[in-house]
């Protein structure tokens, strides 16, 4: 059965409407009307991805950024702020104290975020720190692990100081023949 709606306004009683199309003699070409339903399958992995799938469609069908996603961008922006001020923290206790024990291990905190495989870094060194370096150090590694950009491209000096505080502190890279990991 034909549904009648008035789609034209200069003669609103005998305009017929299809269920695929309205059409208005003033017009030349039919207007497509929306269609009722949209079915649609995917396949997720488990429920956590389901829940997360059901809150980015229901972002998508109402246009409008729900809580979760400001939350999340508001804290990616608050890692990133505790990154740069943990970093200023670092930065400024090595320079401050350059030949002491709190300063090597900062050295080589950074230089195993440079490069793990080069520089490996013993958390349990974390523990020998003050309790404000040592916070530091997690607000910094917490932002490292989102990947945005590598931590010498955050120093003062880039890489060139890094560097420089590695050769201070005697601090080499380990050579392929001192591995002693064995992954399985």
Known sequence: MLARQAICPAEPESTRISRSTKWC???????????????????????????ELDMAWREIISGERLARTEVLENDIQSIMDRAQEALQIIETAIGNNPTSGQ??????FLAGLYNGSDYPF????????????ANACLDY?????????????????????LHQWLEDCGIKPRRDQDTDRTFT
């Open 103 to 108: 300063a090597g291990r900062l050295v080589r």
């Open 122 to 133: 013993d958390l349990t060194d974390l523990r020998v720190l003050d309790t404000r370096l």
């Open 25 to 51: 003699p003033h017009m030349s070409n039919p207007v497509p009307s929306e269609p009722s339903q949209i079915s649609l399958k995917m396949t997720v992995r488990d429920q956590a991805q389901a829940r």
């Open 141 to 161: 590694l917490n932002y490292d692990r989102l990947g945005k950009r590598e931590v010498h491209s955050h120093l003062t000096g880039g890489d060139r100081r």
